[in-house]
């Protein structure tokens, strides 16, 4: 008589590298829940599958080789309730040279709340339009050559404003063909066509107010353009890697902004 086990699904997550926008295929990954060792699935191309049947908040540790550790909080109520899974972003370490060097700032801020970068001279392709019918949300979206064609592997990008002083994130929940993709909400923001699309790199914030970002060395100039939140405020500020990196005070050159509403109104600090 044979035996069928089945197993359901608790959570999937995929693991993607800050600094490329790639899923990391290293297989020597460690899974914890406090003291107790995961196992979950390695299904390739970055996923690993959790099963069971709990699917009860919790955090885990995370720690891949060639990158830095992570901890991460897992919130059902913010998943698919269907297919409950999640991207997880972790930053190479300073050993990692699979695809080229890193350059890095570190510091410290009061209330700092998150952090995060996109790079303006590398967008991956341009804004066209948005639409809403029947209550489904469009981005039509035009690449970066003529015959070209836009691929968007993640759930959040940036809407880079035409000045690139500021950008507005989106989220993607589905993308129907080449040029045209389904959004979660619609934009705040008013934005013109030609805008430039960027993929976001993540960085770390906390713990004790101390922050981190990490970006490939792989250009003659690397400018950036940062976008945190401290202490209820949002704020934007120019880098270029190559002419800051180290340890940096966050705060200065950057731009107090208040939500984008259309309404461009600009504290500078």
């Known amino acids: 008589m044979s035996v069928v086990i089945r197993a359901r699904l608790s959570l999937a997550i995929r693991l ?15 899974f914890n829940e406090g003291s107790q060792i995961l196992k ?7 996923i690993w599958v959790f099963t069971g049947e709990s699917r009860k908040d919790f955090s885990m540790h ?8 992570a901890d991460i909080d897992i919130r059902f109520e913010t998943l698919n309730p269907k297919l409950p899974m999640c991207d997880v972003f ?34 991956i392709c341009r804004y066209r339009e948005t639409s809403e019918k029947r209550g489904v949300i469009s981005m039509s979206l035009m690449p970066m ?8 592997e993640n759930m959040r990008y940036a ?50 107010d101390e922050f981190m970002l990490k970006v490939r060395d792989d250009g003659s100039n690397l400018p950036y353009l940062i976008h945190f939140t401290a202490g209820g405020n949002e704020y934007f500020r ?18 107090m902004v208040k939500p984008i509403t259309g309404k461009d109104t600009t504290d500078y600090e």
């Open 145 to 152: 050559t003529i015959g070209g064609r836009v691929v968007t």
């Open 159 to 208: 809407l880079l404003s035409e000045d690139g002083s500021r950008y507005e994130v989106f989220e993607i929940i589905d993308q129907v063909n080449q040029t045209q993709v389904v959004l979660k909400d619609m934009l705040k923001g008013e934005h013109k066509i030609n805008e430039r699309v960027c993929r976001i790199i993540y960085g770390r914030a906390g713990p004790n």
């Open 62 to 69: 995370i720690a891949a080789r060639d990158y830095d550790e």
């Open 90 to 123: 972790l930053m190479p370490s300073e050993k990692n040279r699979k695809a080229g060097s890193v350059i890095s700032i570190h510091g410290h801020l009061s209330k700092l709340e998150s952090i995060e970068a996109v790079a303006i001279d590398r967008p």
């Open 40 to 46: 979950p699935i390695n299904k390739g191309e970055g």
């Open 16 to 30: 993607i590298d800050t600094t490329t926008g790639r899923v990391i295929e290293e297989t020597d990954i460690r």
């Open 238 to 255: 120019p880098i270029d890697f190559h002419y800051e990196s180290g340890e940096i005070d966050l705060k200065d050159k950057a731009v």
